[in-house]
């Protein structure tokens, strides 16, 4: 038991890292954090750093959080660092307790290629914005990027960007810190990400953004009450010009810098009546979760299809939005054979050149194979015979003596002996239960026994058809046509269940309909927790008539 809590306990455990920034110019810093979730939350060895960077403004951070019943303590471990050479350079993977994290890339520009001095040099406190385009299209995702640059370290401070007429802008992500030589003096600078999209076509006036804060003072500031250490800073304003869409341009409006399609998962056999997935990712460069069009197959002769709920990562890359997106698509083949599965594709318009593109994925020939357990007759394909039934037809005799080979068999003449019993059984309760209805009788719902135990028996097969090849609706109707007590919705039915597991998969069957559940995990917890059937509390007992007369008379 121990060595298996062990096991379980080092699966569970993450640890991951990651910087703030993967490309910064020359004196510039970044910061490398470290997540663990291992026991003890032990230190990363940052010593495989100094080869290529300067380690300083070493942090740390505890969480602690509780969800299904178990506690996680999450360490955050931050270091800065500046790097001591131009170039790609490669954050090594570095030890965490019994874990490692993977390697990282940063790039470096030189002092020639890396960003310009900003005008405001040599102020204490300066502000600088800029877009990651000067001429974007309508409804175009642009990066906005807002830089605080300081001489003097901070005590407080509020730094506002004012939302301009014409589009909307919304603030994403954390805020980045990191150091930066900048005409000889040495700043702290925070920068801040913001997402716009334009509204209309025409110039666009974004508003400066404004700082207003207080500093750390010198020793005279302080001694005669001077308030020297008050700072402030306004950015100039910038202007865009926004573009139209083009009257050529594909349906529905889709403006990025680039756009993939790739295949994640593709199945190498289908079988009939059996659902297999197949996991599409695309991943677009400028553009958010909701503004990505949602990605069908066309139809497929033979196969139905069935889509679960998009799963979406956004980030911030190269000063605009990306989204990487997985679109899972389940195929229930209805027949044996070869399955054709078109192409795919997605027209978008491409902001860099001009230009409409297509990205595409290539289609797919499958093969569907019959259902596992389903066994085809040798004779099923032969042409029926033409030949009179007689005595001396070769079929009919060969008919007949198989027929008699088979009820000379004992296990055969067995099963129909008891098939028989089970009929005579079946007349007798039916003409013994008094002619009512078994509790949650409906029509078309399949017939229940209630055992001692409190299990009822069922027909497996209404649910599992509906598993493997309806949709999560289906498989809640299946559901409700099972219960013995009757009920318009899936809480009433889940009081019912008298199984843990059973309640926590309908849980998460709810999730995945009407939220952001995941449909593929909430089909697997309802096959392996419902595998022997639902157990369903013991219906309450009818109340006993009240001895006493009623209070008021009765009509």
């Not at 939350?41 to 080869?51: A, Y």
């Not at 304003?237 to 889709?254: E, I, S, T, Y």
């Not at 599409?280 to 069908?296: F, L």
């Not at 037809?393 to 198989?402: N, T």
Request: glycine share 10%.
């Amino acid at each position: 038991m121990l060595l298996q809590f062990a096991v379980v306990a080092a699966a569970s455990a993450q640890t991951r890292a990651w910087l703030d920034r993967d490309r910064i110019g020359a004196g510039e810093t970044v910061t490398l954090n470290v997540e663990t979730t291992q026991p003890g939350n032990p230190m990363p060895d940052f010593s495989p750093l100094q080869r290529d960077f300067v380690v300083s403004g070493n942090t740390s951070r505890r969480e602690f959080h509780m969800r299904n019943g178990q506690a996680t303590v999450r360490a955050l471990y931050g270091v800065a660092l500046r790097p001591r050479r131009d170039g790609v350079l490669t954050v090594p993977a570095l030890a965490v307790g019994a874990a490692r994290t993977s390697p990282l890339t940063l790039v470096v520009a030189s002092g020639a290629t890396s960003a310009p001095a900003p005008a405001r040099t040599g102020d204490n406190v300066f502000i600088e914005s800029e877009p990651d385009d000067e001429t974007p299209y309508v409804q175009q995702a642009v990066g906005w990027v807002v830089r605080l640059y300081s001489a003097v370290p901070l005590v407080s401070g509020a730094l506002d960007q004012p939302a301009p007429d014409g589009a909307t802008l919304q603030r994403v992500g954390e805020d980045a810190q990191y150091t930066r030589d900048v005409g000889g003096r040495r700043y702290m600078v925070v920068e801040r990400r913001f997402l716009l999209l334009p509204e209309r076509s025409g110039t666009l006036t974004l508003p400066g953004a404004s700082f207003e804060g207080r500093g750390t003072g010198g020793f005279f500031d302080d001694l005669f009450g001077d308030r020297g250490g008050v700072l402030k800073a306004q950015a100039r304003p910038r202007f865009l010009q926004v573009q139209a869409p083009p009257a050529n341009a594909p349906q529905p409006w889709l403006p990025l810098h680039a756009l993939e399609l790739r295949y994640r998962t593709v199945p190498t056999t289908l079988r009939v009546g059996e659902a297999t997935d197949l996991v599409v990712e695309i991943t677009a460069d400028g553009a958010t979760a909701a503004q990505m069009p949602e990605v069908r197959f066309p139809s497929i002769d033979g196969v139905q299809v069935f889509a679960e709920p998009v799963k979406s990562d956004e980030g911030f890359a190269g000063g605009r939005p990306r989204v990487k997106q997985l679109r899972r698509f389940s195929l229930v083949p209805a027949r044996a054979g070869a399955v054709h599965v078109p192409a795919l594709k997605l027209a978008w318009w491409d902001v860099r050149t001009g230009s409409t593109r297509v990205a595409s994925l290539p289609a797919l020939s499958l093969k569907v194979a019959v259902a596992s357990g389903v066994k085809v007759s040798p004779s099923a394909s032969a042409p029926a015979s033409t030949a009179p039934d007689g005595a001396g037809s070769p079929g009919a005799a060969g008919d007949r003596g198989g027929m008699a080979a088979r009820l000379g068999n004992p296990w055969v003449v067995a099963t129909v002996v008891f098939a028989a019993l089970w009929l005579v059984t079946l007349v007798w309760w039916l003409s013994h239960r008094g002619g009512r209805a078994p509790a949650g009788g409906r029509v078309g719902t399949p017939s229940l026994q209630a055992s001692a135990a409190g299990i009822l028996s069922v027909d497996p097969g209404v649910l599992r058809r509906a598993l493997d090849t309806g949709s999560l609706g289906d498989v809640a109707e299946a559901l409700l046509a099972l219960a013995p007590q009757p009920c318009m919705g899936m809480d009433p039915l889940r009081a019912q269940l008298a199984d843990l597991r059973q309640r926590d998969a309908v849980d998460l069957l709810q999730r995945a309909r009407w939220s952001e559940g995941d449909g593929r995990a909430a089909r697997a917890a309802l096959r392996e927790a419902f595998a022997k059937g639902p157990r369903w509390r013991p219906a309450p007992a009818a109340s006993k008539p009240d001895p006493l007369p009623p209070l008021y008379p009765e009509r």
